[in-house]
Each structure stands twice: as C-alpha cells, then as structure tokens.
C-alpha cells in the first residue's frame, strides 16, 4: 500500500512537472516576443537584447533540469501507470493535455525564433554597413587632412621663384 501513494505521488510530481515546464515555456515565448520587439527597432539596445538571451538562457537550463528529472521519474513510475492505467487516468489525461500545451508553446517558440533570426541577421548587416561606412569616412577625413598638411601654404605661393 505505501508503495502505491509513493507511485501516486510520483505521478502527481510528473504532472507538476509538465506544469512548470509549461509556465517556463510562456515566459520564453514573452522574452521571445519582446526581442522581436528590439529587432524591429532601428536604434535596437544591445545590452537590453543580451540580458533577454541570458534570463533565457537560464530558463532553458532550469527546462533541462526539469525534463531530466522528468525522464529519471518517469522511467521509475512508467510500469505501474501502464498497469494501472485506470487509478491514473485523471493524471495521465492531465499530462497529455499538459504535453499538447508544452508541444504547442515549443512550435511557437521556434516559429518565432526563425523570424527573431531573420530581423537578427538584417541588423547585423546593418551594422557591419554602418562600420564599413565610418571607416571610410574615417579614412576620407585622415586623408583630406593629410593632403591640407602637406599643401602649400598662401604665404608661399607656388609660382613664386625663389631664386631672386
């Protein structure tokens, strides 16, 4: 009998599981959104847009975590909810719709994540327009003033013969 409320205990952590997977899931999908945000803007903050990729690169550490030990419980409990499918079924109903929800917040996610990487790329090149085009104002500007330092003087005239 106790091994029972151990499994039934177990089953109910699964389900918790799935539960936070499913709440860390929507707050990628609000970072996710927010940098398509930054994307759009021309004057887009990097620093804004770093820090969104660390807390999400946070969040999806604790979703490995989470699916580990989702896999470590499931593997332990997965026998006796196959054989008393019937004592579980309000959490196993409960899981699959979890696991629809979690499945449809991933699509979501990658769909969003492919059109972030295309506003990405199109800054980046941006970007790399805007170096490009400060170098070689920078070089017109250094040579412009190199040639005015070597110019002759109006004092000095040019035509002047210096040999009288």
Known sequence: MEQEN?????????VDSLSRKKRILEYILVKTRDQEVLLKDEE?????????????????????KIDEGFDTLFSYVEKEIKENRTAYRAQIEQMQQLIGEVSELGIQIQ????QNSGHFKIYLANQRKAIREFHVNNRTTSSYYQNMANAPKPEQSYFFNKTK
């Open 44 to 64: 887009m903050d990097p620093d804004t847009f770093q820090a969104i990729i660390d807390e999400k690169g946070e969040q999806i550490d604790e979703l490995n």
């Open 6 to 14: 151990k499994n039934s205990v177990y089953v109910n952590m699964l």
């Open 111 to 114: 769909a969003l994540e492919h």
